[in-house]
């Protein structure tokens, strides 16, 4: 049943590096629908590429990450 499908995780990259575990915002990655934070190592000026993407409890990952674009000015 297509009801007992839940986010089991959420992971984010910068530009190509490594993905990471994001934190869930409420403590657990339990629900279908979920919030949740990370924190990146320190970035060099210029433009990033931001990704996230989530493993639902299939084991099945988003098909297009979602993307956004920062700047950072030092």
């Known amino acids: 049943m297509i009801s007992d499908v839940f986010v089991s995780n ?3 990259k910068v530009d190509s590096g490594v ?3 994001a934190s869930p915002s409420d403590g657990l990655f339990d629900s279908q629908s979920e919030a949740c934070g990370f924190t990146t190592q320190i970035l060099s000026n210029g433009v990033h590429d931001v990704f996230l993407k989530t493993i639902d409890s299939l084991g099945q990952e988003s098909l297009t ?3 956004d674009q920062i700047t950072i000015v030092g």
Do not use: E, R, V
Request: hydrophobic share 45%.
């Open 10 to 12: 959420a992971q984010f």
């Open 65 to 67: 990450p979602a993307q």
């Open 19 to 21: 993905w990471s575990n």
